[in-house]
Each structure stands twice: as structure tokens, then as C-alpha cells.
């Protein structure tokens, strides 16, 4: 019987790469897990022969529909999603519009976590590697409110109200209490979508985590960062293999942290 996948998103450096190089060195690598790392270069991937790699672009439907469509016709199992690829806006990124940073850090693990639905078995996790920057408290009142117990299509139709208004530039803001940064209103909307499919899937079985990596030295963030790739990928790899995790919150250094 095939061991059932582990499957990390944004796998060629930074935290995804370390989140795939602790879990194979995890001693249920090979007896309990499998390991497939995605990238959009997959040749950039590090690691074992044993990994299996993926060219995956997170921001493309028919991207992650081409990936769940093979995982399906060979009949495999995922024992957990861990959606880490992302943006940001600024600094040295090619991103330049909100609509472009919301198909990656909101869209991309959204679409991954719906078309692998059926692939994940009782008990599977889905893990988005989210930050602190997107927690409620930068939000107003209303809008944390209104956040908290948000369903799947209302949140989609906020997400496309607040990509208008940043990307049209129009005068008037239709989502009063978003934050104005994309990055942190893109965490905060990955948030309300972890509670939202904890509150739809739980019944399934399916864990459903948002965890806060901290600030890590990475290309994103930067070398004056206060954590190492190694201190940021602990929590991540945690939460894909602890015995017993609740599902439904937001985690830092393996500890339940307010949304």
C-alpha cells in the first residue's frame, strides 16, 4: 500500500525548503509519509531522490487542477497540505498588484485545499503558513467580526471587493477596516479561510491549522530578520506530524496564538 503524502507548496528555498529537509529527515519519512515538494521550477527542489518533486505554480487553477487530477487517477492518499508558498509587495518581488499577491497567498492554498479534498484521508491536515501581520487586531472591529465566522464564497466576494478597490484605485473604500497593506489583508483573508474550512470540513475529519512562522531570515524577510529558516520551519513540520493537533486555530512555536 502507498504511504500517503506530505505536500509542501513553495519548496525551492526558504522556509519551504527546510520544512521538506526537516521532514525528511523526521523518523516517519518512509514509514508513515511520503514526501512531495512543489516549486514552479522544480529543478530548484534540493533534497533526496526519494522526494518526489512537482512543478506547481500555486497561482494557476489548472496548475493545482493538473496536480490533484494525477493524484487522483494514481489513487493516492494526502495525509497533509502545507501551503506555504508566498509574496509580498516591494523590496526586490515582481508582484506589483494585489490581484497577483491574492492568487498566491490566498487563491493558491484555497484551490489546492478544495481540488484535494477527496485525496485526503480521515485525520488529514491542511497547514496555511500564514503571519502574524494578517492577525485581527489590524482590522477594524467590524471587520474582525465579521471575519470570524465568515463562510468560503462570502470571504471570496470580500477578497475581490478589496483586489477592486486596490487595484482600480477607487476613491471609495468598500471594505472599511481592511488593512491598506495587501501582504497583511492577503494573511488576515488566509486566516478567516482556515477558520472557515475548519467549520466546514471538521465533520470530515479534516484538521484545518493557520501557523504563524514568525519573523524568519529569508528573501522575504530580509537578513535582519530575528529567526532562522530552521526556528521558522519547526512549527510548520510540527503541526504535519504531532500525533494530535486541534484544529481550527493559529499557532506560533507549537502554542495556540489569537487570530
Not at 511520503?34 to 512543478?55: E, M, N, V
Request: hydrophobic share 40%; with cysteine; charged share 20%.
Amino acid at each position: 500500500m502507498k504511504l500517503p503524502y506530505i505536500i509542501v507548496t513553495g519548496s525551492s528555498r526558504g522556509i519551504g525548503a527546510e520544512i521538506v529537509r526537516q521532514l525528511a529527515s523526521h523518523k516517519s519519512w518512509n514509514q508513515e509519509f511520503q514526501i512531495l515538494a512543489t516549486a514552479r521550477d522544480k529543478s530548484k527542489i534540493g533534497g533526496s531522490d526519494a522526494i518526489r518533486k512537482w512543478a506547481l505554480d500555486v497561482a494557476s487553477a489548472e496548475s493545482v487542477e493538473s496536480l490533484a487530477a494525477t493524484l487522483s487517477n494514481e489513487g493516492a492518499a494526502v495525509r497533509a497540505i502545507i501551503n506555504n508558498a508566498g509574496v509580498y509587495i516591494g523590496g526586490r518581488s515582481p508582484i506589483q498588484k494585489a490581484e497577483d499577491l491574492f492568487r498566491v497567498n490566498y487563491h493558491g492554498p484555497r484551490w489546492l485545499s478544495n481540488m484535494l479534498l477527496p485525496q485526503l484521508a480521515t485525520g488529514g491536515r491542511i497547514i496555511h503558513i500564514s503571519s502574524g501581520m494578517g492577525e485581527l487586531s489590524g482590522f477594524s472591529k467590524e471587520a474582525a467580526r465579521q471575519l470570524q465566522n465568515i463562510d468560503e464564497q462570502a470571504l471570496n466576494e470580500l477578497v475581490e471587493r478589496y483586489i477592486e478597490w486596490k487595484d482600480q484605485s477607487i476613491s471609495h473604500d468598500p471594505i472599511l477596516g481592511w488593512p491598506s497593506n495587501p501582504y497583511s489583508a492577503s494573511k488576515g483573508a488566509l486566516n478567516a479561510l482556515a477558520r472557515a474550512q475548519h467549520r466546514a470540513w471538521s465533520e470530515r475529519g479534516i484538521c484545518v491549522v493557520s501557523v504563524c512562522p514568525g519573523w524568519v531570515r529569508t528573501d522575504m524577510g530580509g537578513s535582519g530578520a530575528s529567526r532562522s529558516v530552521e526556528k521558522g520551519a519547526e512549527t510548520p513540520v510540527w503541526a504535519a506530524t504531532t500525533p494530535s493537533l486541534e484544529s481550527g486555530h493559529f499557532y506560533r512555536d507549537m502554542q495556540i496564538i489569537p487570530w
